[in-house]
């Protein structure tokens, strides 16, 4: 690390770029945030130094004054126009910048060809306008998140039942992967020599169906967990109640393609590539588990 390097983490109010920049932090890196005026910030959010709005020029070009290395995800809309404009605001204040890395995380796998659904085609299109930017940049693609099962919509079913409800097909293969591992492979991917210009597609090291996961969970948690696959829509007004029901309907996206597309092994992700490339190293499902404090959400369940 240089005296001189300085990084900008977009969208660290949120919870994957929360991680981020904490990453950063507690590896001594000087760190700027940059998130929204609204909305509450994700739990140990650090302080953002900036607050904008990325449809704003003047806003990004401020937000990258004086940075050299960038982690960049987009806030939940699945607006064509308004991603591609984010985009092009972050490429050319990144330009201005002369920025040594940027590090794009789509945020979920993006198939190849357009799907109908904006939460894959938004990406791909401000995938598209960073890789052919010129600008060094890597693109990390994760597939789902352990993290959305510890949350309001799935923790105090999870606790209080001890029923997994998520809408993956049950036979669907996934490389489950947590906030804590996502950080570590963007930090890496903002340091390792080589890799400008290349899509990673990242994940945890183990790809389950539904029925592994439960049993992943079932031995985290020392008790018997069953998996249900759950209805798209019930998903959705679930996660309506916390994030709003557009952003709910975007993100649902996600999971509709899924339950058209059973066989689709884009969620599986190669970990020892990861482990080569990145020289990193992700946690297994179990172990994630059982260090979350899961009685958070049976006070919940008793408080109801």
Same mark, same amino acid.
């Given at each position: 690390?240089?005296?001189? !390097?300085?990084?900008?983490?977009?969208?660290?109010?949120?919870?994957?770029?929360?991680?981020?920049?904490?990453?950063?932090?507690?590896?001594?890196?000087?760190?700027?945030?940059?998130?929204?005026?609204?909305?509450?910030?994700?739990?140990?959010?650090?302080?953002?130094?900036?607050?904008?709005?990325?449809?704003?020029?003047?806003?990004?070009?401020?937000?990258?004054?004086?940075?050299?290395?960038?982690?960049?995800?987009?806030?939940?809309?699945?607006?064509?126009?308004?991603?591609?404009?984010?985009?092009?605001?972050?490429?050319?204040?990144?330009?201005?910048?002369?920025?040594?890395?940027?590090?794009?995380?789509?945020?979920?796998?993006?198939?190849?060809?357009?799907?109908?659904?904006?939460?894959?085609?938004?990406?791909?299109?401000?995938?598209?306008?960073?890789?052919?930017?010129?600008?060094?940049?890597?693109?990390?693609?994760?597939?789902?998140?352990?993290?959305?099962?510890?949350?309001? %919509?799935?923790?105090?079913?999870?606790?209080?039942?001890?029923?997994?409800?998520?809408?993956?097909?049950?036979?669907?293969?996934?490389?489950?992967?947590?906030?804590?591992?996502?950080?570590?492979?963007?930090?890496?991917?903002?340091?390792?020599?080589?890799?400008?210009?290349?899509?990673?597609?990242?994940?945890?090291?183990?790809?389950?169906?539904?029925?592994?996961?439960?049993?992943?969970?079932?031995?985290?948690?020392?008790?018997?967990?069953?998996?249900?696959?759950?209805?798209? !829509?019930?998903?959705?007004?679930?996660?309506?109640?916390?994030?709003?029901?557009?952003?709910?309907?975007?993100?649902?996206?996600?999971?509709?393609?899924?339950?058209?597309?059973? !066989?689709?092994?884009?969620?599986?992700?190669?970990?020892?590539?990861?482990?080569?490339?990145?020289?990193?190293?992700?946690?297994?499902?179990?172990? %994630?588990?059982?260090?979350?404090?899961?009685?958070?959400?049976?006070?919940?369940?008793?408080?109801?």
């Amino acid at each position: 690390m240089s005296e001189s !390097d300085d990084y900008l983490v977009i969208g660290s109010s949120g919870f994957q770029g929360a991680a981020v920049a904490r990453a950063l932090l507690a590896e001594g890196h000087r760190v700027r945030g940059f998130a929204r005026g609204r909305g509450t910030p994700a739990p140990r959010a650090p302080e953002p130094a900036v607050q904008g709005d990325l449809a704003d020029p003047d806003s990004v070009r401020e937000a990258f004054r004086g940075i050299t290395h960038a982690a960049v995800q987009l806030p939940l809309h699945f607006d064509a126009r308004l991603i591609e404009t984010y985009a092009r605001n972050v490429v050319t204040a990144a330009r201005e910048a002369n920025v040594r890395r940027l590090v794009y995380n789509t945020n979920t796998p993006v198939p190849e060809t357009d799907t109908s659904y904006a939460a894959y085609d938004t990406r791909r299109i401000a995938e598209a306008i960073l890789r052919d930017s010129g600008l060094p940049v890597v693109t990390l693609r994760p597939p789902v998140y352990l993290d959305n099962i510890f949350s309001p %919509w799935n923790g105090p079913e999870l606790v209080g039942e001890g029923v997994l409800s998520y809408p993956l097909p049950a036979d669907l293969r996934v490389s489950w992967l947590c906030h804590d591992d996502l950080a570590a492979a963007t930090v890496a991917a903002l340091h390792r020599e080589g890799l400008d210009n290349t899509t990673l597609r990242i994940g945890g090291p183990e790809a389950v169906t539904g029925a592994e996961l439960a049993e992943e969970f079932s031995r985290g948690m020392d008790r018997p967990i069953v998996f249900r696959p759950q209805e798209v !829509d019930e998903f959705e007004n679930r996660l309506g109640s916390v994030i709003g029901p557009a952003a709910a309907s975007g993100v649902g996206g996600i999971y509709h393609w899924l339950a058209e597309k059973p !066989d689709s092994e884009l969620f599986v992700a190669d970990h020892e590539t990861l482990r080569r490339t990145l020289g990193i190293s992700t946690t297994p499902i179990a172990r %994630w588990v059982a260090a979350q404090p899961w009685h958070l959400w049976l006070q919940s369940t008793d408080a109801a």
